[in-house]
C-alpha cells in the first residue's frame, strides 16, 4: 500500500505524491489558537472549519482542505503557532 503526506499551505497549492492521502493543514499565519472546532476522529468535508487563529486582533478561519477525518490535532486554544506550524492532519 502507498502512502504519502501532503502539504497544505492555504497560500499554495496541493502537490499529489501517491493514492493514499494524509494532509498536514499548516497554519497561515502566526497567532494564537481562539478556537479549536474539531476533535481527532471527526469527519470534515472541505471548507470546514477546524480552528481560528487570532492575528493583530482579526480572526483567521483554517479550513480543511480536502474531505477526510481528522487523523491528528496539534493544537489547543490557547496555543501560540507559527506561520507554516503543522495545525492537523486529515486523511
Known amino acids: 500500500m502507498c502512502?504519502?503526506?501532503l502539504t497544505v499551505n492555504p497560500k499554495t497549492q496541493i502537490e499529489e505524491r501517491s493514492s493514499f492521502v494524509a494532509i498536514d493543514v499548516r497554519s497561515p499565519t502566526t497567532g494564537v489558537v481562539i478556537e479549536v472546532k474539531v476533535a481527532v476522529?471527526?469527519?470534515v468535508?472541505?471548507?470546514d472549519e477546524l480552528v481560528t487563529?487570532?492575528?493583530?486582533?482579526?480572526h483567521i478561519p483554517v479550513a480543511s482542505?480536502?474531505?477526510g477525518s481528522v487523523q491528528s490535532l496539534r493544537v489547543?486554544?490557547?496555543?501560540h503557532v507559527?506561520?507554516?506550524d503543522i495545525i492537523?492532519?486529515?486523511?
Not at 487563529?53 to 482579526?58: G, Q, V, Y
Not at 489547543?76 to 496555543?79: I, L, N, S, T, Y
Not at 492537523?88 to 486523511?91: D, F, N, R, S, Y
Open 3 to 5: 502512502h504519502a503526506i
Open 65 to 67: 482542505p480536502a474531505d
Open 45 to 47: 468535508v472541505t471548507d
Open 53 to 58: 487563529i487570532e492575528s493583530m486582533k482579526m
Open 88 to 91: 492537523a492532519t486529515i486523511a
Open 76 to 79: 489547543a486554544q490557547g496555543d
Open 41 to 43: 476522529g471527526d469527519r
Open 82 to 84: 507559527s506561520e507554516d
